[in-house]
């Protein structure tokens, strides 16, 4: 019997934990979704991984990555003497908690390359219609589609033919002089990284661009090129997800604190009301192992992977979780009693616990009340609830894995029968 009432009443105390865990996470992703923190921490992480701010705003509006809300963006583009990229980087975000490795370096390539021709592409376009100018963009489309010194000289020679004449064909030359220095540099690699390249060279934050360059130095095709952008964006999204976890365990104690105080989930009267309580304890028990089997294991499941979901859905999910805390019939929640010697008499001679010994009626707590146990019940109140708050911010999957296994031992050797 006195081996059976322990493991009740462990079983018990682990249930208990593993739904006030589930209610600690379900809070948790209710405040991270109407905050928006996972897209948060995503571009406060692609912000240090990417340390040229021009570029993290073209990643930003990125069709591919669409981090920022551009219906809203377009309209703060209406306001006159602001900075675009400051716009973008500073504009509402979107829903977009994760980006595929694959997405990002296609993204990130794509934008490169547009950069690798970008300047010398605008200033041709920026001619007068003339067959000329149709043959330098033919020409510069083969060049930007294969990279090669003839077709460099083809598009040299074209530029050099067009008239001397201050404006548009001036900046040609000068953007295809600043395109053939980069070529230059970067020739004699491959060519299909050429124009990756020549879109390095243009990052105009020296660090960051120097830190591409080391990533890509040994790449000697497009395919290992990609291999090793997807593996630097993996390290970077990697160390923002571990800041990231410790931020919602920080955040899940807070949670947890403020739940069993406001609860007052408190281990050590719970375990005092279980013990005394045979009927008690047999329930709660009995209600642990039903659990077990019932849908309290996709709640586990789902607060183990919290998604994105609405804030009416997980505000419904915590309702439910609270009722069924609710439902154990444990001690929880505070009273406001005010106590007469009398009171405590009756309590004695009705064989009725003494109410001066309730730490869970807040007139007890209280030193002017006259309550010479004030002290002690404050000390062991305190105690109990930072036991339930730690145990709470241990996570759902964690209690309900220990429960599983406690439930089972205990089915299998016929202990509890």
């Known amino acids: ?96 908690a994760d980006i595929p490795p694959e997405t990002f370096v296609e993204a990130l390539v794509s934008i490169l390359t547009v950069r690798a021709f970008g300047p010398i592409e605008q200033a041709a376009r920026a001619l007068p219609h003339s067959e000329a100018k149709r043959r330098i963009l033919g020409l510069l489309g083969d060049l930007q589609a294969e990279p090669s010194d003839e077709r460099l000289a083809a598009l040299r020679q074209a530029v050099n033919a067009m008239p001397e004449l201050p404006g548009a064909p001036t900046l040609l030359r000068q953007r295809f002089d600043a395109l053939q220095d980069v070529y230059t540099e970067v020739r004699s690699r491959n060519a299909p990284l050429i124009p990756l390249l020549i879109g390095i060279s243009r990052i105009e934050t020296p660090p960051f661009r120097e830190a591409m360059q080391v990533v890509l130095y040994s790449a000697n095709s497009l395919e290992t090129a990609f291999d090793k952008l997807r593996a630097w964006f993996n390290d970077g999204m990697q160390r ?60 586990v499941d789902a607060a183990s992977t919290p998604a994105s979901s609405s804030v009416i859905d997980t505000v419904l999910d915590a309702q439910y979780t609270a009722q069924q805390l609710l439902r154990l019939d444990i001690p929880l929640g505070w009273s406001f009693l005010s106590l007469t010697p009398d009171m405590a008499e009756n309590a004695t001679a009705l064989g009725l616990r003494d109410p001066y010994a309730d730490s869970g009626n807040l007139w007890n707590l209280w030193p002017p009340n006259g309550n010479p146990r004030w002290f002690s019940l404050l000390v062991l109140k305190l105690i109990g609830l930072a036991v339930s708050a730690i145990a709470a911010a241990q996570g759902a999957p964690f209690w309900f894995d220990l429960l599983r296994k406690i439930t089972s031992r205990s089915g299998s050797s016929g202990s509890l029968r």
Request: proline share 2%; charged share 20%; hydrophobic share 50%.
């Open 1 to 96: 019997m006195f081996n059976t009432a322990i493991l009740e009443l462990l079983i018990g105390l682990v249930f208990i934990y593993s739904l006030t865990a589930i209610l600690v996470t379900q809070i948790n992703t209710l405040l991270t979704n109407a905050r928006n923190l996972r897209a948060q921490n995503l571009k406060e992480g692609l912000i240090e991984m990417v340390g040229d701010r021009t570029l993290q705003a073209e990643i930003f509006v990125h069709p591919l990555i669409k981090l920022v809300d551009t219906s809203k963006l377009m309209m703060m583009s209406l306001s006159a003497d602001v900075d675009t990229t400051d716009q973008i980087l500073n504009a509402p975000l979107t829903r977009v």
């Open 240 to 299: 923002s997800s571990t800041l990231f976890r410790e931020k919602l365990q920080r955040m899940s104690l807070i949670v947890a604190c403020a739940l069993v105080v406001l609860l007052n989930v408190d281990t050590l009267a719970i375990t005092q009301d279980l013990w005394d309580d045979p009927a008690l304890r047999a329930s709660v028990a009995a209600t642990a192992r039903a659990a077990v089997n019932s849908d309290l294991a996709d709640d």
